[in-house]
């Protein structure tokens, strides 16, 4: 099985809102990613979890905050975001934590921000 | 700190052509480089992964080729389908080895 799997699917949120997306893997993988990818660009790294640590934020705004429960889980949480927050989150998962682990994505979450 | 470009950004070809799509990295001390796909809307599915240690990997019809010394990738596709048609992105771990950073993507369109 190498599904992660992202809910929801789709998320309509106003800016004084608190959302959370959710992203789960049972691969055993012990590293985590959030992507974030605007429209017709690539994605961009956010934050990399290792062993259920944070171990890179790439200077995101504190109205994004990351979870990590457990090795299976990772939460993205959302409060007072801005309408160019709106963007497909992507959430990936690999076996190590450094090179040369395949990394494997979720569908991701489409979040539009009114 | 690392950059992947893609070359071209797009590209059209009828059915049944073989077509080759560039990537290019600026640090040859990469980890691996990984190539995906996506269709609109939808997530990313990986479809080759290769290892530094590696020159090629294979999968069906899709051939990626690593070259570190020049800074470059290649991924063929033999006799393309219209069910080929998406945008591939190219990826190489940053310099930590702690994140893939990707290029720009090839977007491909496969007309029957």
């Known amino acids: 099985d190498t599904e992660v799997t992202q809910t929801p699917k789709h998320l309509v949120m106003g800016m004084t809102n608190k959302k959370s997306l959710k992203c789960e893997q049972h691969?055993?993988?012990?590293?985590m990613y959030w992507y974030k990818q605007k429209a017709k660009k690539p994605p961009e790294l956010m934050f990399v979890?290792?062993?259920?640590?944070?171990?890179i934020n790439e200077s995101v705004p504190s109205r994004f905050s990351p979870e990590c429960p457990n090795s299976s889980l990772l939460n993205l949480h959302l409060h007072a975001l801005q309408p160019e927050d709106s963007a497909l989150y992507l959430c990936?998962?690999?076996?190590?934590?450094?090179?040369?682990?395949?990394?494997?994505f979720g569908e991701g979450s489409r979040l539009t921000v009114l | 700190k690392q950059e992947v470009t893609q070359i071209p950004a797009a590209l059209s070809v009828p059915e049944g052509e073989n077509l080759v799509l560039n990537c290019s990295f600026t640090?040859?001390?990469?980890?691996?480089l990984q190539w995906f796909r996506q269709d609109p809307g939808k997530g990313l599915t990986s479809l080759l992964l290769i290892q530094s240690s590696q020159r090629e990997q294979t999968s069906g019809r899709l051939n990626a080729s690593l070259d570190k010394s020049s800074g470059r990738s290649t991924l063929y596709i033999a006799a393309s389908q219209p069910g080929d048609s998406a945008t591939y992105l190219c990826?190489?771990?940053?310099?930590?080895?702690?994140?893939?950073?990707f290029g720009k993507g090839t977007t491909l369109s496969v007309s029957s």
């Open positions: 979890y290792s062993y259920e640590k944070l171990s």
């Open positions: 691969m055993g993988h012990r590293a």
């Open positions: 990826a190489a771990y940053n310099q930590a080895g702690t994140a893939l950073i």
């Open positions: 640090d040859s001390a990469i980890y691996n």
């Open positions: 990936a998962s690999s076996q190590v934590p450094t090179g040369p682990g395949e990394l494997f």
